[in-house]
């Protein structure tokens, strides 16, 4: 509807999805389908912004009652409950389950970011977040070899031990640039369905919250 709609093409280049437009774009994509009462939404932050604070103003965004009006339409929206998780744990959790320590690189458009699980446990101090993405590829007409180097020194500068443990690559960047981070990771396995893989694994994880409540 965008690209139809619009007369000015432009991409958010918010860092932070405690953005109208996001919230807007949220509701607008529930709209679209057929759901519309005691919905449980997740979503998810980058690592540098998975705290409290940011998790509960997410939260409030979305939590309620809305109505969406699109092309004359109008629809009533509850979400009963949001969750808030870090960005890239969909990818882990789309995945077969990793004893010990894993490694997931989640390459975006805007950022890069890197979790560390072990036994299925998120790990703080060793998840970060790359301020680049696949625009800065885009951007500065870099080859695929340099920018998925750049990559690669970043990561490899963070997780010192990271060819001792399993690494899932996923994101849009996974399909750019698989291939290429492949020769510095010969041990890491880019995911199936790479551009989704974080999303169905979110609904995974929302499905497996909900069973347990």
Not at 21 to 49: G, R
Not at 180 to 192: D, G, S, T
């Amino acid at each position: 509807m965008a690209f139809i709609e619009s007369h000015t093409c432009r991409e958010n280049g918010a860092s932070t999805k405690l953005t109208e437009e996001f919230k807007i774009l949220t509701l607008a994509a529930i709209a679209s389908t057929d759901v519309c009462d005691d919905i449980v939404l997740i979503t998810a932050v980058p690592v540098t912004q998975h705290n409290q604070k940011t998790k509960d103003a997410v939260t409030a965004m979305f939590k309620g009652d809305h109505v969406v009006t699109i092309n004359g339409i109008v629809k009533f929206i509850n979400i009963d409950d949001v969750l808030v998780t870090v960005e890239g744990a969909g990818i882990y959790y789309n995945n077969p389950a990793v004893e010990g320590y894993c490694h997931i690189l989640d390459i975006g458009s805007r950022i890069c970011n890197m979790l560390t699980m072990y036994n299925n446990k998120f790990v703080n101090a060793k998840s970060y977040t790359l301020d680049y993405g696949c625009f800065m590829y885009e951007e500065n007409t870099m080859v695929k070899h340099d920018f998925a180097a750049k990559i690669a020194g970043d990561v490899k500068k963070r997780w010192l031990e990271y060819d001792k443990n399993v690494m899932y690559i996923g994101g849009g960047g996974a399909v750019l640039v698989g291939d290429q981070l492949r020769a510095h990771f010969p041990h890491a396995k880019i995911v199936a369905n790479a551009i989704e893989s974080n999303s169905t694994g979110f609904e995974k994880m929302a499905v497996a919250k909900c069973q347990r409540s």
